[in-house]
């Protein structure tokens, strides 16, 4: 009882926030591209990285968008730099965040950016030019940026001002939101109710298999019913239909965080030093103490940025075990490498985790590309039309010739 009265003000502000834009009093505006949003309802530790990677193996991969400009808009968590930025492959997390900076070195064909306020980003990547022209573009350290063709957007579910026009909201599969609660008694960040405004809900590092009716009842603990397996489709309480997909984490071989320096024969060692700055590093673990005995691990928190006390304490570790392999995520390789003087002994040993998700079947990739690539194809008739319209030439008859 006391935890509903300490949250009924957070309660009525994000209902009094939602009910603005809902209704028009603040305005919402749309991106004149076709935009793809990929967020959560729920603080961290959902996968957003993983699956924007997947959505830009997807596009990539289509037809209608390979040879196409694709860019990413994110905000850029915990970066120095201001204002909008360009992703370049020589930068670092201080001035990029470390996410961002992942996916430049993952995708470097594509058009990485960082901006706060989103509408104004997508505006600038539409319309580069605008970099040399206005004020606020000035700021922009790396201006040669292709106009964007499509942009997906990391991490703006919440960000009401930009409306996308495809969302994919994700829901990790060990939280169920209906078992969750509202910062800080919980990790829910918005009113459960937001994810029936997703096109896509995701639920993601579920096991690698699931039955139809495993997923049919955690479709209903998300307050969708009737899911149908064929569809992956199931109705909200409002009668909106909701298409409702299910994902696992696959964790790749060991890649040297140093390719210059690590020493591979490392990864054959039964003893692994393991630090992680994460949300949640529990799957990785799992996955990790299946080939090796983690003798020593360092939990920092989400977004870590690695001091000398940190290393050291790493270093006390690798001299402790000195033939066991040390290991870390992806997202904390990119600020390891940030950090100038890394000790040319753990330079030899360390190794990142890689990750990708996969769909727990072929059906549901099928599903999700169909659904995805056919939302996209709606938004470019619909720019098309509308500027068919616009340029088509007023018959002599009509009365709204002047």
Not at 153 to 163: E, G, V
Not at 242 to 265: A, H, S
Not at 387 to 398: A, G, H, L, V, Y
Request: proline letters at 5%; a positive charge; one cysteine or more.
């Amino acid at each position: 009882m006391l935890e509903k009265i300490i949250l009924a003000p957070y309660y009525l502000v994000l209902h009094a926030r939602h009910a603005l834009y809902d209704h028009g009093v603040i305005k919402t505006h749309t991106c004149e591209i076709p935009t793809i949003c990929v967020g959560n309802i729920t603080a961290g530790g959902t996968g957003k990285t993983p699956h924007t990677e997947m959505i830009l193996r997807t596009l990539l991969e289509s037809h209608e968008w390979g040879g196409t400009n694709i860019a990413v808009l994110s905000r850029g968590h915990k970066r120095s730099s201001r204002g909008f930025q360009q992703v370049t492959l020589d930068g670092n997390c201080d001035l990029y965040g470390d996410e961002p900076l992942q996916i430049k070195k993952k995708f470097p064909t594509v058009t990485v950016a960082v901006d706060r306020p989103r509408v104004e980003g997508c505006d600038f990547l539409c319309h580069p030019d605008k970099l040399h022209t206005t004020k606020r573009g000035q700021k922009c350290k790396e201006k040669d940026i292709t106009k964007a063709d499509i942009i997906v957007l990391d991490d703006a579910f919440q960000y009401r001002k930009l409306k996308a026009d495809f969302n994919i909201v994700l829901v990790d599969y060990n939280r169920p939101v209906s078992k969750d609660k509202l910062l800080p008694f919980g990790r829910l960040r918005d009113l459960p109710q937001r994810l029936y405004q997703a096109d896509v809900i995701i639920v993601t590092k579920c096991p690698a298999y699931m039955e139809d009716y495993e997923k049919a009842n955690w479709a209903k603990t998300l307050g969708v019913k009737d899911f149908d397996p064929k569809t992956c489709q199931g109705i909200s309480k409002k009668g909106k239909k909701i298409t409702v997909l299910f994902t696992f984490i696959n964790y790749c071989d060991l890649k040297p965080v140093f390719p210059e320096k690590g020493d591979t024969r490392y990864i054959y060692s039964q003893k692994l030093v393991l630090f992680t700055g994460i949300a949640k590093d529990t799957p990785l673990r799992r996955f990790l103490s299946d080939s090796y005995k983690i003798v020593k691990h360092f939990s920092f928190s989400d977004h870590h940025k690695y001091r000398y006390m940190d290393i050291s304490r790493i270093m006390g570790a690798v001299k402790t075990f000195p033939t066991a392999v040390v290991a870390t995520t992806e997202k904390d390789s990119q600020r390891i490498l940030d950090y100038k003087g890394v000790p040319e002994t753990l330079q030899e040993r360390l190794f990142q985790v890689p990750i990708q998700v996969y769909f727990l079947s072929d059906h549901e990739k099928d599903v999700f590309e169909t659904t995805l690539l056919d939302s996209l194809r709606q938004k470019v008739m619909a720019t098309e039309n509308h500027m068919d319209t616009q340029s088509r030439p007023i018959p002599e008859d009509s009365p709204f010739r002047i």
